[in-house]
């Protein structure tokens, strides 16, 4: 029997880079996955390949920063799958600026989808949880949610918000409800999130940690994910934080 045979997972934000890899990782060991993103046709087209290779998987179309449909998903879920036991609140952007080029409007965006939209997908999952006392939430912070660099003000405040939620979690909901938190915080992934920089100046700061056979692939971070999630019970990995092993800062 594989690890995950009988789980269900949602993962947000499965439309490309780690999401995807994630979704796939989890397939492949026997998860039943929700793969949901804003792109209704990439999930589509991601569920048809698991179903290809023998998985299980359900696409949902979901928005991180509308509540309303992050239940949605938690329902669908439910009611396909029989309950949930795995969250990995993956949905995120990275749109880096300097700050004296007020681009103040993906400075909102990255707080309502990095931030607000972990708390909607904790909130949507958590009466699961909490009722069955078991489940695993993975977040997805950053190396940028330990240190600073010029341009992410606001994208490593997002990630220093992800992180000091995650762990008030653990001490709050392990303990007591076995649910089980683990923070991912990877280094230089080559993911479609680099090509979401509209700041030049943000991005040539950044460009050099992000090249092709250097920086992290998705898969890499799916796999540190899956190790994780893959644990016994009384297992609770907290923290990992990985980095291309060329990565410095």
């Not at 046709?41 to 390949?49: A, G, I, P, T, Y």
């Not at 695993?136 to 330990?146: C, E, K, P």
């Not at 007591?176 to 090509?195: F, H, K, N, W, Y």
Request: glycine residues 8%; proline residues 5%; neutral net charge.
């Amino acid at each position: 029997m594989k690890p995950l045979s009988r789980k269900t997972a949602i993962v947000t934000g499965a439309s490309s880079g780690i999401g995807q890899a994630t979704a796939l990782a989890l397939a492949r060991e026997g998860a039943n996955v929700v793969a949901t993103a804003r792109r209704f046709d990439r999930v589509e087209d991601l569920s048809r390949r698991i179903e290809q290779e023998g998985g299980s998987s359900l696409p949902l179309r979901c928005d991180v920063r509308e509540p309303k449909e992050v239940e949605n998903v938690v329902d669908v879920a439910c009611k396909r799958f029989g309950g949930v036991d795995i969250l990995v609140a993956n949905a995120g952007i990275m749109p880096l600026s300097l700050m004296r080029h007020l681009h103040v409007a993906e400075w909102m965006a990255t707080v309502d989808v990095n931030i607000k939209g972990v708390l909607s997908s904790i909130a949507a999952v958590l009466p699961v949880f909490l009722e069955q006392k078991s489940g695993h939430i993975v977040t997805l912070s950053s190396v940028a949610g330990r240190k600073l660099f010029p341009g992410s003000a606001v994208y490593c405040a997002s990630k220093y918000a992800v992180r000091a939620l995650s762990e008030g979690l653990r001490m709050e909901l392990s303990p007591s409800d076995q649910i089980r938190v683990t923070i991912i915080e990877p280094g230089a992934v080559m993911t479609e999130l680099l090509g979401t920089i509209t700041d030049p100046e943000a991005l040539q700061g950044i460009r050099e940690n992000f090249q092709e056979g250097k920086a992290l692939r998705a898969e890499d971070i799916a796999s540190a994910i899956l190790y994780a999630v893959t644990q016994p019970p009384h297992v609770n990995v907290n923290e990992i934080l990985i980095r291309p092993t060329f990565q410095e800062l």
